[in-house]
């Protein structure tokens, strides 16, 4: 039941730009107080084209409350904390209520009549303590009065509402920058470490003599001349003592690997140098098959 004609702002200059987008009360006037801006304009700004919150830091809104404030110094700005949401009654403290009465032309506009609507305890609240946290008081305040509550609170978001709490600064926000800077110092670490540890300083050393005899086991089956003989010299260039070293190459059956045209035993003989006019005497021995299969010949 509040008066439609109180205003927190003047009524505009005839034929302005802020004249023709001005949709206050005073342009669409109705015997019930509709306001056009209110109810139907910025509802379809908030819901269509509301990009976020200002976000005010809570020493800042100390330094306001107190007229310390770089852009405001002595003057004493009456915004408070209520549940994360600030607010601003400094308008509505200093001119005892809205400061302006707008009216359609020809209508009295004079302001000598008691324009107060918010309950004289939570006024109190903001005068007494700018800029600081009163949700506590306000709940206790309408903790037996709660439809009072919301319609105050609906109240303070339609006229008075600032932005919210900046919470970038808090100590829950550089928790996790600190944690995130932490995680990124040890990977770097990691990577530091792993880099120092795979750099080798001062001369190689060379390996202790082996003492142990070795077999190294060379299957062929298919390979060409190129693979076979690299495979065969990176064997023979092994640094371990060659009287301890035996290379034993196995030929698996007389294959021809597809591009060769020789089969895989002649050309590890023609790798190792062996005469094409030596033909040793096929040996027969028992294999690991089945049948027909237990007895093969090798040469």
């Known amino acids: 039941n509040l008066d439609p004609r109180l205003s927190f702002q003047y009524k505009p200059d005839l034929y302005s730009p802020t004249f023709y987008h001005d949709h206050r009360w005073w342009r669409h006037p109705s015997a019930e107080g509709y306001n056009y801006y209110q109810f139907r304009l910025m509802r379809i700004m908030r819901e269509n084209h509301s990009k976020g919150h200002i976000a005010v830091d809570p020493k800042e ?12 110094i002595g003057n004493n700005l009456r915004r408070c904390i209520i549940h994360g949401q ?13 400061n302006f009465v707008v009216v359609p032309d020809g209508q009295s506009n004079s302001t000598s009549f008691n324009r107060k609507f918010l309950d004289t305890n939570v006024v109190t609240m903001f005068d007494q303590y700018p800029g600081n946290d009163i949700s506590e008081m306000w709940d206790n305040y309408f903790a037996n009065d709660l439809e009072s509550k919301a319609l105050h609170t609906q109240c303070l978001r339609g006229a008075f509402y600032v932005g919210k709490v900046d919470m970038r600064k808090s100590a829950r926000c550089y928790a996790a920058n600190y944690l995130l800077l932490a995680g990124s110092i040890a990977l770097v670490l990691i990577i530091f470490v792993k880099f120092i540890a795979a750099l080798q300083f001062g001369t190689r050393r060379d390996p202790e003599p082996g003492t142990n005899f070795v077999i190294c086991n060379v299957p062929c089956y298919t390979e060409g001349e190129e693979s076979l003989k690299h ?18 190459i196995v030929c698996d059956g007389m294959i021809m690997g597809s591009g060769n045209d020789k089969p895989t035993p002649r050309i590890v003989l023609d790798i190792l140098g062996v005469s094409s006019d030596q033909e040793p005497e096929a040996l027969s021995y028992i294999a690991l098959g089945e049948g027909s299969k237990e007895h093969n010949m090798g040469k």
């Open 61 to 72: 809104l100390k330094k306001e409350g107190s007229g310390n404030a770089k852009n405001s």
């Open 86 to 98: 600030i607010y601003d009654l400094s308008d509505y403290i200093a001119s005892d209520g809205p």
């Open 231 to 248: 495979t065969i010299d990176s064997l023979a260039k092994l640094n371990y003592d060659d009287k301890r070293k035996l290379i034993f």
